[in-house]
């Protein structure tokens, strides 16, 4: 498998709930990135993560607490999420803090 | 600091047409600059970019930007356009910031293509 993925695609959650979202890319990069996309807004930066250590936290609720255990994979753990936390939540992963990024599929969150 | 507008949220072009999509940056280094396109219910994917080479840039799928530092402007355009165009483009401008590199996004235009 290549480039990268994110599970699930689809969430719908109460405002409860806890769950988590999950990145992996397979293309041997050194940064990571989850994005908030939301209708009629601009695409959010929220965490970029370069060899594992958080670099960036673009003021994100605590409710959002972001994991990479390693350089291929990253989680976004959700918990007592509000409902205007619906959106796509995309993650991208880029050789340097420069260049290209690539982006998955995206996940797009549902918070009853 | 890094910037990048794009100007119109909604271009409508009937098939055929000449695309031009527009984007302005502001950078206070030789800034690297992208154009991403994103179908519906995808994530996005790299159109083309400039990385200080060649001010005319060709990229996939037909399309191409021009560098104009001149103008601080990076437009994207396509000769003829085709109904699989229609998608949201977003530019993007990397540069730094106090010596840390930051990766900017503009708001996206919508294109629409006419039959």
């Known amino acids: 498998e290549t480039g990268v993925t994110q599970t699930p695609r689809h969430l719908v959650m109460g405002m409860t709930n806890k769950k988590s979202l999950k990145c992996e890319q397979h293309?041997?990069?050194?940064?990571m990135y989850w994005y908030k996309q939301s209708a009629k807004k601009p695409l959010e930066l929220m965490f970029v993560y370069s060899l594992e250590e958080r670099v960036e936290n673009n003021s994100v609720p605590s409710r959002f607490s972001p994991e990479c255990p390693n350089s291929s994979h990253l989680f976004l753990h959700l918990h007592t999420l509000q409902p205007e936390d619906s959106a796509l939540y995309l993650c991208?992963?880029?050789?340097?803090?420069?260049?290209?990024?690539?982006f998955g599929p995206g996940t797009r969150l549902t918070v009853l | 600091a890094q910037s990048v507008t794009q100007l119109g949220s909604h271009v409508s072009v009937s098939e055929g047409a000449l695309v031009l999509l527009r984007c302005n940056y502001s950078?206070?280094?030789?800034?690297?600059l992208f154009w991403y396109v994103q179908y519906p219910n995808q994530g996005l994917q790299l159109l083309l970019k400039y990385t200080s080479a060649a001010t005319l840039v060709k990229g996939i799928n037909g399309f191409e930007a021009e560098f104009k530092k001149s103008e601080t402007s990076f437009h994207l355009t396509k000769p003829s356009a085709h109904m699989s165009d229609a998608a949201e483009y977003f530019c993007a401008v990397s540069g730094t910031t106090s010596g840390t590199y930051k990766y900017i996004f503009g708001t996206g235009t919508r294109l629409k293509v006419l039959a």
């Open positions: 950078s206070s280094v030789p800034p690297y």
């Open positions: 293309l041997g990069h050194n940064a």
């Open positions: 991208a992963s880029s050789p340097s803090s420069r260049g290209t990024q690539y």
